[in-house]
């Protein structure tokens, strides 16, 4: 219905969202063959490995229910306590294969698509009790794999029961002619054989079934080019909305740049079109950092801000351009730099030193040097 409507063929391998969402929702490949054979042949092994007890305790359970005396079988009291005595019985003996069942049972699905819990298949669904949808289901392609597969898997065990039962006839026979008790377990073997190797002649349907699964999983998850798009657009967000978030961030971002101007030791403009903001500490020891920069209407609140807090503000327009272009905000300053805004924070404090009466006016500073691979002339 999709390649109807779009035109498109799905050609696209399904993307990561597209095969969590399936998961969430149940739609990963599981083979019921991969499951039988499983638990089969644990079942099997474990009747073979446990299979002598199991007839053992069995025989003694119907030893003992079968030699009640008259006083037990009228009295009801007796009777419950048997009866719990006698469940208990058969629940031990059965309790190594239950066990080893319900392991092979939670082992063959995990085997093929991992654990999986998902409460979405549990809800309802009212499209399958469509009569015209069933009738279609009955005759689709994958029912059709589903009737080969049952055909196949019928012919296949019936074969191998026939060569299992040939080759077993004598030890049939021979039970006929062997004490009870022996004659029992050696059923019990005989049984367990014939399930062992019919299990492993299941092993040939679950070959060709599971990658059929994960052929058809991958096929019902494959998208289109437009498809592909549409959910980039859904996980990026649209070019609207990614623009309003990246101003946004803008906006935050200039916020904190304004708060921390406070904190700045010097502000050096262009004059007008570019104005940055250092701070430098000296007990730490590194190069000092860039606090805030901008152009224009920015630059001219970074320069208001420093008036307001009364920050040194100096004009230099290549070494502001230099720091501007070369330095991202809360970043240490290129070493280049060093010398020239080193002269630049003697100069600040000489005249923080004159106007608190302690020194001589300082002298203008003169050309700064600045390399000229960090010189911008724009």
């Known amino acids: 219905m999709a390649e109807s409507e779009s035109g498109q063929d799905k050609t696209e391998d399904p993307t990561d969202k597209r095969r969590n969402d399936a998961r969430e929702k149940g739609e990963i490949a599981r083979s019921k063959e991969l499951n039988t054979v499983a638990i089969m042949l644990a079942g099997s092994g474990a009747l073979l490995a446990f299979g002598g007890g199991l007839a053992e305790a069995m025989m003694e359970l119907m030893r ?3 030699t009640l005396s008259r006083e037990v079988i009228v009295d009801e009291r007796y009777m419950t306590a048997f009866l719990l005595a006698a469940g208990k019985m058969a629940l031990l003996a059965v309790q190594p ?38 009738i279609k289901r009955m005759f689709s392609m994958h029912s059709l794999v589903e009737l080969l597969k049952a055909l196949a898997k019928f012919f296949l065990i019936l074969l191998v029961a026939l060569v299992v039962l040939s080759n077993d006839r004598d030890d ?11 004659a029992i ?8 054989w014939s399930a062992l190797w019919m299990a492993t002649g299941l092993l040939l349907i679950a070959a ?19 498809e592909v798009r549409d959910e980039y657009k859904d996980t990026e967000g649209k070019p609207e909305v990614k623009q309003r978030v990246r101003q946004l961030q803008r906006e935050i971002s200039q916020r904190r740049m304004m708060a921390a101007i406070p904190e700045a030791d010097v502000i050096i403009t262009n004059p007008t ?15 000092p950092l860039l606090l805030a920069k901008g152009t224009d209407f920015i630059a001219l609140k970074i ?8 920050i040194q503000v100096l004009e230099s327009p290549a070494l502001a351009r230099s720091i501007y272009y070369s330095t991202e905000l809360e970043e240490e300053i290129p070493q280049g730099l060093y010398l020239a805004v080193a002269q ?3 100069y600040v404090y000489q005249i923080r030193q004159y106007r608190a009466g302690k020194g001589k006016p300082p002298e203008p500073l003169k050309d700064l040097p600045i390399p000229p691979d960090l010189r911008r002339d724009n």
Request: glycine share 6%; net charge positive; charged share 15%.
């Open 64 to 66: 003992v229910n079968f």
């Open 97 to 134: 294969v239950l066990l080893i069942l319900l392991l092979a049972a939670l082992v063959g699905p995990i085997a093929l698509g991992g654990w999986l819990f998902a409460t979405g298949t549990l809800a309802p669904k009212f499209s399958r009790m469509n009569p015209l949808a069933g």
């Open 208 to 226: 060709v079934d599971v990658p059929i699964q994960l052929w058809q999983s991958k096929q019902k998850l494959m998208m289109t080019k437009q």
């Open 344 to 346: 630049v924070l003697a």
């Open 303 to 310: 320069r208001e801000i420093a008036n307001e807090h009364k």
């Open 172 to 182: 049939l026979l021979a039970i006929a002619h062997e004490p009870l008790e022996r």
């Open 273 to 287: 079109h570019y104005a940055v903001a250092l701070k430098y500490d000296a007990d730490k020891g590194k190069a």
């Open 185 to 192: 377990i050696h059923s019990v073997q005989v049984v367990g």
